[in-house]
């Protein structure tokens, strides 16, 4: 039976963030989950409709911090096994589609309950251990944003839908929002276990069915995620998780004609190549694909003679340093003014002194182990350089991969605003500060905007308001998210949706209305109520 009803969605509120302080029942269950996950070993299969694929050739899941700790066992899949997912995630689009929007919504809503409750400790360790994040930085990605993701995007869906044009006395013009044509490829990062939930979720949430690739280093949280997707009611073959290779699914994946859209997290260089490959398989397809990427970036933190030192080095250790700077928005790069150094300087050692790094276990340490080894290699050769073009290092500078993959919160002092590291996107907790004299401020604005090719994040810290006007003017193609006397970094569905320009992506904004546009197809209808019976207009006649 149809329901004939106007449904008004739950109003999302910001999920709260916990604070897992000492003696907390928060604090003991997560320690308490922390210690179960060490306990086992999971075996994480492919989900490709309704099989739960494990093929027997298996890779390792570690922990980054102790890359002996082996957490899992992934089993690859094939080309033949990208097919599959995507003969599956076929025969499920027409009913998918049809299934009205409030069950659709449902499902993600009550996906967002579960996270929020029963699951929250488990997929909070499940990301703390697997992508080596502190309990703050876990709870905030994997808890919160992800809940924020599901709950605010069935809000804008219905917003999307309830925009309808306008209507001629006679007829009735109406707006339908189809999902598109054919399937979604969903492709996402380690470093955020709510974009990997989210990239696959938004597009599913407009009917869309998906195909999705998580990062392997983020598998062991993913797979958690697609077992919370099931719980919720979400029909097999809706999202289909494949364990390929991404050249590998590229191979089958953008040769097919229903490829639809592509909803991307990752380097710019491989969205560059992607894109390329859609390029040039454009006649092949049925429509053409949407393609929506938040890709990298080389994030700065402006500073004006007018700013508060303590502001400004608490700002730069949180926004450098947080989850070992491997945050598209992590801040990489200073400008400051000469009169303001000698005190930030300052500030920000004694700020380093403080800082704690080890295992994510010990809650007292606020910097963890980056990702992987080719992370780390990639790191500790950007530092190795450094002190061989002899840049002051202010603090840091050393890397240890004997336990985990740990390097040092570093801060760098350069002369050369153009130096590597002022330019060059390093993914890792990795600063560097230029100083200049405060007279030159309005060049040092240039220099901001024209020494990247990224426009992702970046903050001005000032107080003086014609100058943070003057500078934010100034600086409006430099950033899709611009901060003022903030951290670059933090963006909170809802508040500030999410995204860049330039070499930083499409700025499709996660985390807001306008993302789920993307993944429907519009069709307008017209409705007549009294038909023409006549081809002869008034003006035709002679007198």
């Known amino acids: 039976m149809t329901t004939h009803a106007f449904f008004k969605a ?67 899949g094939t080309e033949e096994d990208v097919r599959k997912a995507i003969d599956a995630a076929l025969a499920k689009s027409s009913s998918w589609a049809a299934m009205s929007w409030e069950h659709r919504a449902a499902i993600f809503l009550k996906a967002a309950d579960l996270i929020a409750g029963p699951y ?12 080596s994040k502190n309990a703050y930085q876990a709870e905030i ?92 009611g979400l029909p097999d073959g809706v999202i289909n998780m494949i364990l390929v290779d991404g050249p590998d699914a590229g191979k089958v994946i953008f040769e097919h004609e229903s490829f639809a859209g592509l909803h991307f997290t990752g380097s710019t260089a491989v969205f560059r190549e992607i ?4 390029g040039n398989n454009l006649p092949k397809y049925r429509s053409f694909p949407r393609i929506v990427g938040e890709t990298g970036g080389k994030d700065f933190v402006l500073v004006h003679s007018s700013a508060d030192p303590l502001p400004v080095a608490a700002a730069l250790v ?48 606020f910097v963890n182990a980056v990702i992987d080894e080719r992370a780390f290699d990639k790191i500790a050769g950007y530092l190795s350089q450094a002190k061989e073009d002899g840049l002051e290092v202010l603090w840091g500078g050393n ?13 760098l002092v350069t002369k050369d605003p153009y130096y590597r590291t002022m330019v060059e996107e390093i993914f890792g907790p990795v600063l560097t500060v230029f100083v200049f004299e405060p007279s030159d401020f309005e060049q040092v604005i240039s220099m901001v905007d024209r020494t990247s090719p990224y426009a992702l994040t970046g903050a001005l810290f000032c107080n003086d308001r014609e100058v943070v006007a003057h500078a934010a003017d100034r600086l409006s193609n430099a950033a899709g ?19 860049g320009a330039r070499a930083s992506g499409t700025n499709d904004k996660a985390g807001a209305m306008q993302n789920l546009l993307r993944w429907v197809s519009s069709r307008t209808i017209k409705e007549t109520f009294v038909s023409p019976v006549d081809f002869r207009y008034p003006f035709m006649q002679e007198s």
């Not at 400790?121 to 703390?128: E, G, P």
């Not at 054919?182 to 974009?195: H, S």
């Not at 894109?275 to 859609?278: A, E, Q």
Request: proline share 7%; charged share 20%.
């Open 10 to 76: 739950p109003i999302p509120v910001n999920e709260p963030v916990r604070s897992y302080s000492p003696g907390s029942a928060d604090r003991a269950n997560l320690k308490r989950a922390l210690a179960e996950a060490r306990e086992s070993v999971t075996e994480i299969p492919q989900y490709i409709g309704s099989e739960q694929v494990f093929s027997g050739v298996r890779e390792n899941v570690t922990m980054p911090h102790d890359h002996r700790h082996v957490l899992a066992h992934y089993h690859i």
């Open 120 to 131: 929250r400790y488990k997929l909070n360790a499940a990301t703390m251990q697997g992508q």
């Open 141 to 232: 990605d994997s808890a919160c944003e992800l809940i924020d993701f599901l709950r605010f995007n069935v809000a804008f869906m219905t917003q999307i839908y309830a925009d309808q044009p306008s209507s001629s006395p006679g007829c009735w013009n109406r707006m339908v929002y189809r999902p598109l044509e054919g399937f979604v490829f969903a492709l996402t990062p380690f470093n955020f276990t709510a974009i990997a939930g989210n990239l696959p979720a938004a597009p599913a949430l407009m009917g869309n069915v998906v195909v999705w690739k998580p990062a392997f280093s983020q598998l062991y949280a993913a797979n958690l995620i697609m077992q919370i997707f099931r719980e919720a």
């Open 275 to 278: 894109w390329k490959t859609i």
């Open 318 to 365: 949180r926004g450098a340093f947080e989850y070992q700077g491997q945050k598209c928005s992590a801040a990489s790069r200073a400008y400051i003014p000469s009169d303001r150094w000698p005190d930030i300087r300052k500030e920000i050692v004694a700020m380093l002194k403080e800082v704690k790094m080890g295992p994510v276990e010990d809650f007292r340490n």
């Open 399 to 411: 890397a240890d991969k004997s336990t985990g993959y740990f390097v040092e919160p570093t801060v």
């Open 481 to 499: 998210n611009f901060y003022i006397n903030d951290k670059p970094t933090g963006a909170v569905v809802g508040q500030q949706p999410f995204g």
